[in-house]
């Protein structure tokens, strides 16, 4: 080859020896590549190419050094500045006169553009094509004399219809009879030049039922002659459905803003329910004003309008309807007669009762009432959901009543405060004085303005001395600490937390600390209230003990229940029976034994005894290593793991780490009681690592993702069993990285957990 001309050309251009060595490469290669003539001879090329890309281009060098024939491939080189772009490489043998030996040469064009825009090309053809095939509404084409050229899945959950069973059939077919001649006659007003074509006509269902559907179409000409017809159908057999729901919901609106008692207004939306919804009956009940564990009939109209009787008051957690109140979940329901939670399913078939729908009204955790309707006929999805809405729309109105006759407690009390100003005064310093709990005041730079008798005789000070000091002087932690709480505070208005604080020998006092901002004319100050729970600390410690005591004392039996059975399982091993009622108490005994090895590491974590052994390990191996582990206790999973390639090294402690992941793919496994595919994802960057574990199983409700953590709770989605330490371990462990864990998940769709972890836990967490 020509040296000068391949040297002044602006394109990557190299030479290979018969070993894949490269001989030559030029200098605008180098100069792309960032590598110096040295580095680039030999296998240095490599350095440059991708790592996901070398091998591939291993493979094909070899095929093609047997075969002597030119190829292409491509590939991403890296550029000067760390950018990887795809380039096509021609790569083929020198012949003739200038073979001095057996070479290749290779020269690459950047096509890095051009390959994105393929992408962006192929991504915009499946988006159109999910707009289509995942429509709610029906679109189809037609031929001019209405035979169906194609159809999308929608005409499958509208009419029943799968597509294929259109396909090649004439309108007509579907068409209500009497209507076909109108339908044509429209055809032909959309041959004729009429530019809008919109209207109405009645379809059959495969099962028979009518439905009306809104039709839209345009005819598609071609070279100036009509060819085909796009048209659009959606449903709107459901509009009158949903006219009275908007009806119902302006009724129960104005219910709620009409001046009379809240008995009257919920007495009002009961009767717009049964109106508007066909509903047998409907009733709403409030949670009693002086017994916050019973429910009070408030409201009854329809088939039943007294309110006495036995459902007249019924206990949080009791029947169905206090059951509702007590989870905070609605029980719908569309097979009455069938339904174990129906108190009374021989009343309800005489009577003719179809439909249940009971809701709790509640604003976030607290609990209002119940709101509950039965009807002779199923309820839809539609009304559901506007029931639902109702429910939180009554909720809020029975909130505002309470508000409203709180805050004319509240103005009374002003009113009273005002024409009584300094006896007011004195109650307060009364009141401030009187307070079993201690309360500081502080300004806006942290130092005491304010302490009550219980704050100093609590800390030890004078309250001369208590007010030269500042915040961090008296919480026993760091300062910066104490600043980034104060100034979340500052930000937030509220706050609340347990710490420790510092009396003035020295000695520290467990605390639990409620903060709130108070704007008063002359600034703002934060006004805490704060508890001594030491005795609270003492009984949670003698609950640890009690726990490591438990743990302790039942190893002893369990240890000989397991070795008595073993011994007599080896000596009645041609006993059949004897074996399987051995290999039941000695599973068993496995389970007591895992149970307490739960309580005990809950022992250990919340004394602080569990020291993390912190030593560098691959991450990838380990989670290889416990799916290995579950893959043999079932054949109804598959485990994916993705990784970002190459190994994930950190510093963490190996065991506790593994517990952590066999507790939440242990927890994949028994909320995918049908089985799935059960992904492991590995991301990390350069400062954290996160473990990402996916299921497709059943899912867990909202209202019980903000609990999952907590010691002793269970979701119980499949039924199954256990103490509910997993993930409460898991969180402890995972805190004890210096990490963090979280949950989410939709019912029926499956569960994803999240631990996010430091490559080295700091000296701070890893105890």
């Known amino acids: 080859m020509n040296r000068t001309l391949t040297d002044a050309i602006p394109q990557p251009i190299w030479t290979v020896r018969a070993d894949g060595s490269v001989a030559y490469a030029n200098p605008y290669w180098r100069a792309y590549t960032g590598l110096t003539e040295e580095a680039s001879l030999g296998d240095g090329w490599a350095t440059a190419v991708h790592p996901d890309d070398v091998e591939s281009i291993m493979q094909r060098w070899r095929v093609a050094a047997e075969t002597r024939?030119?190829?292409?491939?491509?590939?991403?080189?890296?550029?000067?500045?760390?950018?990887?772009?795809?380039?096509?490489?021609?790569?083929?043998?020198?012949?003739?006169?200038?073979?001095?030996?057996?070479?290749?040469?290779?020269?690459?064009?950047?096509?890095?553009?051009?390959?994105?825009?393929?992408?962006?090309?192929?991504?915009?053809?499946?988006?159109?094509?999910?707009?289509?095939?995942?429509?709610?509404?029906i679109v189809y084409t037609i031929t001019l004399e209405g035979v169906v050229l194609a159809v999308n899945q929608a005409v499958e959950h509208i009419l029943g219809y799968r597509p294929k069973e259109l396909v090649g059939r004439s309108i007509r077919s579907v068409i209500v009879p009497e209507q076909v001649e109108r339908s044509f006659g429209m055809l032909d007003r959309k041959l004729a030049g009429e530019e809008r074509s919109t209207y109405e006509v009645e379809v059959l269902r495969k099962d028979g039922c009518r439905v009306t559907l809104e039709i839209n179409n345009r005819l598609v000409a071609a070279e100036g002659r009509p060819m085909v017809i796009h048209g659009i159908g959606r449903d709107v057999s459901g509009r009158r459905e949903r006219s009275r729901q908007v009806e119902l919901s302006a009724k129960i609106g104005v219910a709620l803003t009409d001046r009379r008692p809240l008995s009257g207004q919920l007495d009002l939306c009961t009767r717009a329910i049964v109106t508007y919804l066909d509903a047998a009956f409907a009733r709403i009940w409030t949670i009693d004003d002086d017994d916050p564990s019973m429910l009070v009939l408030r409201a009854s109209s329809g088939l039943y309008t007294h309110l006495d009787g036995a459902h007249?008051?019924?206990?949080?957690?009791?029947?169905?309807?206090?059951?509702?109140?007590?989870?905070?979940?609605?029980?719908?329901?569309?097979?009455?007669?069938?339904?174990?939670?129906?108190?009374?399913?021989?009343?309800?078939?005489?009577?003719?009762?179809?439909?249940?729908?009971?809701?709790?009204?509640?604003?976030?955790?607290?609990?209002?009432?119940?709101?509950?309707?039965?009807?002779?006929?199923?309820?839809?999805?539609?009304?559901?959901?506007?029931?639902?809405?109702?429910?939180?729309?009554?909720?809020?109105?029975?909130?505002?009543?309470?508000?409203?006759?709180?805050?004319?407690?509240?103005?009374?009390?002003?009113?009273?405060?005002?024409?009584?100003?300094?006896?007011?005064?004195?109650?307060?310093?009364?009141?401030?004085?009187?307070?079993?709990?201690?309360?500081?005041?502080?300004?806006?730079?942290?130092?005491?303005?304010?302490?009550?008798?219980?704050?100093?005789?609590?800390?030890?000070?004078?309250?001369?001395?208590?007010?030269?000091?500042?915040?961090?002087?008296?919480?026993?932690?760091?300062?910066?600490?104490?600043?980034?709480?104060?100034?979340?505070?500052?930000?937030?208005?509220?706050?609340?937390?347990?710490?420790?604080?510092?009396?003035?020998?020295?000695?520290?006092?467990?605390?639990?600390?409620?903060?709130?901002?108070?704007?008063?004319?002359?600034?703002?100050?934060?006004?805490?209230?704060?508890?001594?729970?030491?005795?609270?600390?003492?009984?949670?410690?003698?609950?640890?003990?009690?726990?490591?005591?438990?743990?302790?004392?039942?190893?002893?039996?369990?240890?000989?229940?397991?070795?008595?059975?073993?011994?007599?399982?080896?000596?009645?091993?041609?006993?059949?029976?004897?074996?399987?009622?051995?290999?039941?108490?000695?599973?068993?005994?496995?389970?007591?034994?895992?149970?307490?090895?739960?309580?005990?590491?809950?022992?250990?974590?919340?004394?602080?005894?569990?020291?993390?052994?912190?030593?560098?390990?691959?991450?990838?191996?380990?989670?290889h290593e416990e799916i290995r582990v579950l893959e043999k206790q079932t054949d109804r999973h598959t485990f994916h793991v993705e990784t970002p390639g190459g190994s994930v090294a950190g510093c963490w402690d190996r065991q506790r780490l593994g517990q952590v992941l066999q507790n939440l793919l242990t927890n994949a496994v028994k909320y995918s009681p049908d089985g799935g595919a059960i992904v492991v994802r590995l991301e990390a960057d350069e400062g954290r690592v996160r473990i990402v574990v996916s299921d497709r199983g059943v899912g867990i409700p909202p209202e019980h993702l903000p609990q999952l953590f907590q010691r002793f709770y269970r979701a119980e989605a499949t039924g199954a069993g256990g103490l509910g330490l997993g993930l409460y371990i898991t969180k402890m462990l995972v805190e004890a990285h210096g990490g963090i864990v979280t949950a989410s998940s939709s019912l029926g769709e499956g569960s994803t957990f999240v631990v996010s972890l430091p490559r080295t836990p700091d000296s701070a967490t890893a105890k």
């Open 69 to 137: 024939e030119p190829y292409e491939i491509e590939y991403r080189f890296r550029r000067a500045d760390g950018v990887y772009r795809w380039h096509l490489a021609r790569v083929a043998p020198i012949t003739g006169a200038e073979a001095a030996e057996d070479q290749w040469t290779g020269t690459a064009i950047d096509i890095d553009d051009r390959r994105h825009a393929e992408q962006e090309l192929r991504a915009s053809e499946a988006r159109y094509r999910d707009v289509v095939d995942y429509a709610d509404d």
């Open 312 to 623: 007249g008051r019924v206990p949080v957690g009791a029947w169905k309807i206090g059951r509702i109140a007590a989870e905070r979940r609605p029980h719908l329901s569309n097979t009455v007669v069938d339904d174990p939670e129906v108190h009374d399913r021989e009343w309800a078939r005489r009577e003719g009762m179809v439909g249940f729908a009971g809701y709790p009204l509640h604003i976030g955790d607290r609990v209002l009432g119940v709101m509950a309707l039965f009807a002779r006929q199923p309820l839809g999805e539609s009304t559901l959901t506007v029931l639902s809405s109702i429910a939180h729309a009554i909720s809020m109105g029975i909130d505002r009543d309470r508000a409203e006759k709180a805050q004319e407690a509240l103005l009374e009390r002003e009113r009273t405060a005002r024409n009584w100003a300094q006896i007011a005064e004195r109650r307060y310093r009364g009141l401030f004085e009187g307070v079993a709990d201690a309360i500081l005041v502080v300004d806006a730079d942290r130092r005491y303005v304010d302490a009550n008798a219980a704050a100093t005789t609590l800390l030890g000070y004078e309250y001369d001395e208590l007010m030269q000091l500042h915040v961090e002087d008296v919480v026993a932690k760091e300062p910066d600490w104490t600043r980034a709480e104060f100034e979340e505070f500052t930000a937030t208005g509220q706050w609340q937390s347990q710490l420790h604080l510092r009396r003035k020998d020295g000695s520290t006092v467990p605390v639990e600390a409620r903060a709130t901002l108070v704007n008063l004319p002359d600034g703002t100050v934060f006004l805490s209230a704060i508890r001594d729970i030491s005795e609270r600390s003492r009984l949670e410690h003698l609950q640890r003990d009690f726990l490591a005591m438990v743990t302790h004392d039942l190893r002893s039996p369990l240890t000989a229940i397991k070795g008595q059975s073993q011994l007599l399982k080896r000596r009645s091993r041609d006993n059949a029976q004897v074996q399987n009622a051995l290999e039941s108490v000695l599973d068993q005994v496995g389970r007591m034994q895992t149970l307490i090895d739960d309580l005990a590491d809950v022992v250990r974590l919340e004394s602080g005894e569990i020291h993390l052994r912190i030593k560098p390990f691959d991450l990838v191996d380990l989670v």
